[in-house]
């Protein structure tokens, strides 16, 4: 919300100085964000009036001018085409800051004659667009004087931020009665005289709302109430005989300083009262309009050509203005060209009316439109001033417009709105209670009397009524808040938190510890992190178990993205898909992020999950291949590894999720307990996300990892072994059916005591074994404990270690 700070002193009489008005606002809420001040940037410049205009000895085009500063003349050379002698012009002398270019002007030679200044058009002071010639100044112009101070440029911009809950200060009059109300001047009364109607309206209006079961209306504008709610008030007046024309300088210089573009007289009136008292109003040309107006929800497929330039097709139920040949005018957002004002009008029907603010703005969202009347209707104007609007108007038209021919008629009144009758009780020590300053009941009562509130007084309790205009205070909590921002809030009380423990607690818990590791160790495989949206089409969500309709999104930013994901593998997939479109076919990524099943707390989880696509980096000392599922088992255990997993104690499965592909993938469990799946992904998927395989992805369930059993936060103690640990290999001849991790836990259980470490260095499947049989071979670290083993105790763990094996899966020696 912009304002001129001469536009406010209109309403309010006070001599704070502006920085003390600022101050205030910021206090009271309404806080300022920015000054613009045109007078700083235009105090150099001065009125100056041109002696005499030669010819330039040397270009056809340009004059050389005699300039009096008042103080002086000066030689200026110009090549403005309505430089002439008599004319007073602003004139920028040498070390003068140009607005357009925030450069200093210099002394310059031009084809040969000294200039000593320069003679300026208003798009070089920054103050308009045209430069069709320099700026030409009345007679009454003081030479030498300023020309901030003569043009009315010497009055700052005051810009606001204001909040949705303050529709009455969205007119100057709203911010000067708030003022008034926090001590910093009074409130300048309005002339809300009614103008005498002296001759009968040919236009009537009439307000047409079906019943709420009968009204054919799309649900998003039927609104929770009755059909002709949306629009309770409808107030017209008719004025003939009048002259359309420009208005006067000092009202265009307002509207332009709060970035309006002034048009003529009649339209600058109606912007002029909706940013002066919140108060949006609209004028159609009277001849224009065929028969009476009627108000009513629109029936769909009507179009109307809008005075912003663009056409719009009406929904069912949209709020909308007719004449008998259509629809003239979108209720409380834009009027319509057919009936709208030009040079040519000479009879005007003003609209002053309310407009139901929730319709309003779901019209104006589903049609994209915003205008400056859609911005204070939606927040809801004051009801109450329908009628003082249309005089205002009126009164505005006649002074600017009015002939001595100039008839007005009576208004035209559809409908009415009441006052709001029900009083807020206000206990006044909830004031000391939710604030904790202490407001005496007097002061408090007057504080609302004097911001428009009707305040009766009864044993310690104020009963409050709000005014038409404060359509935001619905409770006592509301009217304490009101108080204390007139009170000011620097009298709130510094008050410092309990400390309710010796050493504050940390800001993270273990989820995000474990994430955090896991990102680490994620990003130390080679994969790049990414992070895309908690969204994804509902053609890929499908490949991941689908998604129940409770996670389809009603508004989604996208069309494609329509649903909740129920992985993000697709998303990273989709990811790696643009990437190969870009030529990086070969790519890793991960992402640490929430996925989703359903709408309970449960049904959302903080997964870990990442992709590889194509081949392996191609190195010197081995050859490129296809990413395959150890890659995804190796980036799985390492991220869960560092997650504080249990790793060696992991089972391995094979009943990984659908959208992996069965017999290379996996699950890595404990017990029922799933921390991972990993392994290709399913065909169907990649074709769903139209990427070339080969693909493979693990995703880690961070919730599912176990707690670590101790509580405390020191490291153990280092334990060094003293003795060398010994290494034996095996080769066992089991059924290709036996899984290699049931052959490690074998071996494993044969010793826990000894045995520290197994792993599978080579498997063999070949014709010096039976087909239906494989050759895993391991290696098995023993560790003594206290003293050296023998070669006998080796053999017999060896001997132990077969055995197991053998009743474990069958297995034997290879010979």
Known sequence: MKFPLSWLKQHLDTPASLTEICDKLTAIGLEVEGIEDHGKKLAPFIVAQVLEAAPHPGADRLRVCTVDTGKEKLQVVCGAPNARAGIKVVLARPGDVMPDSGEALKKGVIRGVESQGMLCAVDELGIGDAHSGIIELGEDAPVGGSFAAYAGYDDPVIEINLTPNRPDCAGVLGIARDLAAAGLGELKPLDTTPVKGTEASRIKVKLEFPSAGAAKMDPRFRGDDEPSKACPLFIGRLIRNIKNGSSPEGMQR??????????????????????????????????????????????????LDALNGKTYTLEAGMTTIYDDAGAVSLAGIVGGVRTSCDENTTEVFV???????VRTALTGRALQISSDARYRFERGIDPLFTETGAELATKLILELCGTPETTVSPLEIAGNVTPRTEAITLDTQKCLKHTGVAVAESEQAEILTRLGFAVTRKNGKLDVIPPSWRPDIEGDADLVEEIIRIKGFDHLPVTSLPRLHVITKTAIDAQDIRANAARRALADQGLMEAVTWSFMPSVIAASFGGVSDDLRLVNPISSDLDVMRPSILGNLLSAAKRNADRGFAAVGLFEIGPVFKDLTPEGQAVVATAVRCGQTPRHWAAASRACDVFDAKGDATAALAAAGAPVAALQITSDAPDWYHPGRSGALRLGANVLAYFGEIHPSVLTACDLSGPAVGCELFLANIPAPRSSGTAKPLLKLDALQPVSRDFAFVVERKVTAAKLV?????????????????????????????????????????????????????????????????????RG
Request: glycine share 8%; charged share 25%.
């Open 254 to 303: 307002r509207l332009r300083a709060i970035g309006l573009r002034p048009i003529s007289a009649l339209v600058d009136i109606t912007n002029y009262l909706t940013i002066d008292c919140a108060r949006p109003l609209h004028v159609f040309d009277a001849k224009k309009i065929k028969g009476g107006l009627r108000l009513g929800p629109a029936q769909g497929g009507e179009v």
């Open 745 to 813: 836990q074998a071996v494993k259980a044969a010793d826990k005591n000894l045995i520290r470490e197994v792993a599978i260095f080579d498997v063999y499947e070949g014709d010096k074994i039976s087909s239906d049989k494989k050759s895993l071979a391991l290696n098995v670290t023993l560790q003594p404990q206290g003293k050296s083993l023998t070669d006998a105790e080796i053999e017999a763990v060896s001997a132990k270690i077969t055995a197991a094996v053998g009743k474990a899966t069958g297995a034997v020696l």
């Open 351 to 357: 609209e002053s009316a309310y407009f139901d603010p």
